[in-house]
């Protein structure tokens, strides 16, 4: 099996529970993912919360993004809120540094950094925005990887600062001729059929194109593949999207390049820096393996 | 000078303003302390509040340590709130990371942890949340000070874990026969004569010993003196008080060793394990030093 | 039917989602209750909420009443918090005044004040927070009904001030030997057999008495009965109580004097599609009735 | 000298201290305004504050209007938020029932609402926000006097749904020849010199114009001057602007019609509907007056 084209990430938004309110079936989609975006108490999740879902993930092998939002909890950081760029740098910041200090107490090194709602939609097309978000995720850690929207300005900010980047696919949304996805006021903007979810995933990830809601064919090539973990029929939509990559032979596995059964990994727990095994010259600090 | 007995560090709680609300003298706080106390955004600071504080420490060459509370910015978490260790030792490490993400984008490296208000008050008495601080410091970096009121829960906590603890006196208030702070609801709780402050701080950092309440006197061995950087005349009152102890020949030495001159130093930034200069064993990582 | 001895009130907490996030079932709950109590957004609930819910109540007929609670979305108003009786007084205050300004918008006016969680459970034994609460229902309108457990400090403060106060009694919580709620960290505290909650709902309406933890009886008078809308079977609780309650020819009805079935209206006071009769003497505003 | 061209309302944006933190210096601004726009929780105020600000006002015999913002405390509610017309509707109708309690508990009735910053230059140019902000305060009470920039959606959205409007000048801010505001981001858009200040001020109150940025004189009819109350020369800058209305003989008064001096009025307090002396068809309830 060749590394370099029969794998992809399978990521979703884990965490978003709050206090007392619960959100997500984030223990019955994890058998399913490769790559949990965790929420860092801006939009949604708290210190607990941050806790249980880093425990949750690491226990399954998932490896654990920051998922950034803006300062809106009634609003779970959907609504566009006119911060400058240096909000945003230090925003992105704070919640990266939260995070993986509640990971590091879990023996987790956090894998990326996936900007969340409005914030990604802000930081898609306004290059400010984007690029403070890279530069809060180089000032942390220039070895983490920033997910964005293939083509945007997500991504060339991410290049700009010379991080590693992941172009993410959207399967169960609809897509404009531009490659721009189709706002979800727009009807049919969420596709619900899971076999065409399926068949849109298993294109995007081996022909490296969707068809858009003119009907055009357009390119996209995407490293990790989004799927929803907040829906009712989230936790099957995923599991028939794995099965789906799986038979078409897309061995999901974590963008920092760790396989999911660890066997040949560090054991318990497994980060980019350290899990290529002997030939590991960066060892993660003794306090983060237990 | 005799490394061992002449050095003491003069700490402030900094870092206190939110949003557009400003608080303390920070500037002219800064230029007469060794360690600031930086608030974390639960009780008070914000990321950009935070962010500029920590420049404000590192350009003037003033160690920088996390300063957690509880989550209540409308009582400034001064309010006691009934949380479990379990909460504590989660909000702690959150905040801790939260600042030391912000600190690390601007090339500092945290040097201690001071626990805010109603958290330090509690911990003071209760072992288990006292024992969740430490857990905590522990968790995301055992080089960390743990500061703590002298024979409380706190420093006995700290020691459990193995950390390097503080002791910490407080010249401006009035001290219990049995060495706890007497309540500010009290009157006479916080003493405003300078002179009086001064000769305090002086016999606290010489004698290990203040006069109580009851006039009798008692031990109180301190690593450490609080200044407060939030009344109108702090900065008058911080510049004497360490006037007052060099003319003791006390010199103000932050808590990891380095001296407040940095021109033996690193340069640019310092911390405890990488101003040693020659003999260094531990670098920071790469990441932090721009 | 003696309306004097044969109704009672039966209250539910509503209105507990916060934003994105939902809490309870409270569709299904609202056509078994009497009278609502209504999160003001410091403990749960926010301004969107607060509107669905009223409207909610208000289309079945079922009273709003306030349902104030501390600062503390995290902990869900139920950790305590040191808070003065003015601070007390004061945020019983807005919340009570946010809920009432949405209820107009509606064409509903408060029935009721029942405090909520923490606020509660501190209220019941002290008695300047019971009165501070009981001062800020009367600043705000002295017809206004206050909740609370029977022979607590709260009912013994409303009347002070010349409240309508409502004794409040929980079908499903178990009750020590003084009369006080067992603390719900003990075993059993809480009772989940339905016919065994339902048995001592109808015991506590027609005989004023409960047994105790320790197997003896005691007097417990209610005018109001507290049901659980956000466990998994509230919906079955809420509704078997009202039927086990109709059986035992107890007739629910609101606690300002109005019935289900809003005919034979309006008493002391009413809502807009209530009070339409001949007798009323007394009007809603005006600019209530749309 | 007449009443109805010879009178004119000063407001001031007071009550925007929250929790520890103080803002603005409302006691030496109280003496020269006679209407105050209160904070009420989202972006600044909480309940104590809102409490001494209502009861600072009400001494002064200064009237008390809401001044309710967007939830953004950590940008003050400058900060532009994609929210909904629902949305407002809601958080403005909790933000002045908030304020409309606590005022009533000091014997206060409200006389306008003002929104807030973002708030309101999004209302002003965005007529389903306007009409929401004007629903809201319609549904509330009917009889408040709903501020705004004169020509804006603000003033027509109040108009349409029947309320009495206030068109407010701001006599130190610059005018665009459309009669909009220079934006705070362009130089010159904040005028310093106190005598240019009251220079405009009387010309907008006498004369109803005022010289835009392009030299040409526009129309600008108002019936409230707004003065800034939080920043440093404030209280000097009020005071000054009220010395110069006066010389000009323009005696600053409430909007709703009150003499600043209370003698020939019902005592205490005032409001439009009450202080008509004997010609008074609606008193206030009884309950509100002490």
Not at 185 to 209: L, W
């Amino acid at each position: 099996m060749s590394e370099s084209v029969m794998h992809i990430d399978l990521n979703a938004d884990l965490g978003e529970s709050f206090g007392a309110w619960r959100m997500g079936a984030d223990s019955a989609v994890i058998a399913s993912i490769t790559s949990a975006n965790v929420a860092c108490g801006y939009h949604a999740g708290d210190p607990a919360v941050m806790r249980a879902t880093v425990r949750l993930a690491r226990d399954a092998g998932v490896a654990v993004g920051a998922h950034p939002g803006l300062p809106d909890l009634i609003g779970f950081g959907r609504r566009e809120i006119r911060v400058s760029p240096q909000d945003v740098e230090d925003l992105v910041l704070y919640q990266i540094g939260a995070l993986a200090a509640v990971a590091a107490a879990e023996g987790v090194r956090l894998q990326h950094v996936k900007a969340h709602g409005a914030l990604y939609n802000m930081a898609v097309r306004d290059r400010s925005l984007a690029d403070a978000i890279a530069r809060a995720i180089k000032a942390f850690d220039p070895a983490l990887i920033m997910f964005g929207l293939p083509g945007s300005e997500m991504i060339q900010a991410g290049q700009r600062e010379g991080l590693t980047v992941a172009a993410e696919g959207f399967a169960d949304r609809a897509y404009e001729p531009d490659g721009s996805l189709t706002p979800r006021s727009r009807p049919g903007s969420v596709i619900h059929d899971v076999d065409e979810v399926v068949h849109r995933a298993v294109r995007m990830a081996s022909e490296g194109r969707v068809t858009a809601t003119d009907g055009s064919d357009i390119p996209l090539r995407v490293d990790t593949l989004c799927t929803h973990g907040d829906t009712p029929g989230a936790p099957e939509m995923t599991r028939r999207l794995r099965q789906g990559l799986e038979t078409a032979r897309w061995w999901p596995r974590r963008s920092d390049g760790c396989s999911m059964h660890l066997t040949s990994c560090c054991g318990r727990w497994c980060s980019r820096r350290s899990c290529r095994i002997s030939g590991s010259t960066r060892e993660p600090p003794a306090s983060w393996v237990p």
